[in-house]
């Protein structure tokens, strides 16, 4: 059965982290590609700290090539990244734990965390991954959007103004917010072609954000793996 856009319902999690998270929630934005946002998934400090545990770290951005499985720069992606070993500290497995509970995928499913950072103009153009949960960890000015260009809207969705777009989903930055999406049909081995995103370059302001890559399967990474998801 399809799902609605905008159809809201509680998501009803307990757990503790660092600092005080506004009431949490659930919105379903679209059935194809299956992707929702948590609300109030991190809280103000938990957005600050995994910044500031970035900050020193942060290089340029890389990218997978699924033919050789080799990782590179490219001009698709401008950002700066920094990856965490899963489980880096306690704050960092309160998060995993949390995504688990709110995915139902185990934690050992998932990838460490990866810290990015967009400035001025940079961006990430369209790609195909596995599930995914990306947390917006500051607001932007403007631009910035992470965008589904494929993706079948059942209303209009397009957040500039004067658009009347009914394909394609944006999502805008919001602190503490995260949202969540498969690549993968329920099936869980057909890729969904409308689950191809970016984000759109950051215009005014500064994009920060912590995503979080799983697999149908535990995830072991090797020792030569330090790509920026």
């Known amino acids: 059965?399809?799902?609605?856009?905008?159809?809201?319902?509680l998501c009803v999690v307990e757990g503790g982290g660092l600092g005080q998270r506004h009431k949490q929630w659930t919105e379903v934005l679209s059935s194809e590609p299956r992707a929702s946002i948590f609300h109030n998934f991190l809280s103000?400090?938990?957005?600050?700290?995994?910044?500031?545990?970035?900050?020193?770290?942060?290089?340029?951005?890389?990218?997978?090539?699924?033919?050789?499985?080799?990782?590179?720069?490219?001009?698709?992606?401008?950002?700066?990244?920094?990856?965490?070993?899963?489980?880096h500290d306690e704050v960092v497995r309160d998060i995993e734990r949390r995504i688990a509970d709110y995915t139902s995928?185990?934690?050992?499913?998932?990838?460490?965390?990866?810290?990015?950072?967009?400035?001025?103009g940079q961006k990430f153009e369209p790609h195909h991954r596995m599930a995914a949960l990306l947390m917006y960890l500051s607001d932007v000015e403007e631009?910035?959007?992470?965008?589904?260009?494929?993706?079948?809207?059942?209303?209009?969705?397009c957040c500039f103004p004067g658009c009347t777009k009914r394909r394609g989903l944006y999502v805008k930055p919001k602190m503490g917010d995260a949202l969540f999406f498969w690549t993968l049909k329920p099936d869980r081995t057909t890729v969904?072609?409308?689950?191809?995103?970016?984000?759109?370059?950051?215009?005014?302001?500064?994009?920060w954000a912590c995503i979080k890559w799983m697999h149908a399967e535990e995830f072991k990474a090797s020792k030569s793996y330090t790509r920026h998801s």
């Open 192 to 207: 969904d072609p409308s689950s191809l995103h970016g984000g759109r370059p950051v215009i005014r302001g500064d994009k």
């Open 105 to 120: 995928i185990p934690v050992e499913n998932g990838e460490g965390l990866s810290v990015i950072n967009y400035e001025v």
């Open 143 to 157: 631009g910035g959007e992470t965008y589904f260009p494929d993706a079948i809207a059942k209303r209009k969705c």
């Open 1 to 9: 059965m399809a799902v609605d856009m905008f159809v809201f319902f």
């Open 44 to 87: 103000k400090e938990e957005c600050e700290y995994l910044i500031n545990l970035a900050k020193p770290r942060m290089s340029r951005s890389k990218v997978l090539d699924p033919n050789t499985g080799q990782t590179g720069h490219s001009s698709s992606r401008t950002s700066t990244g920094m990856h965490l070993k899963r489980g």
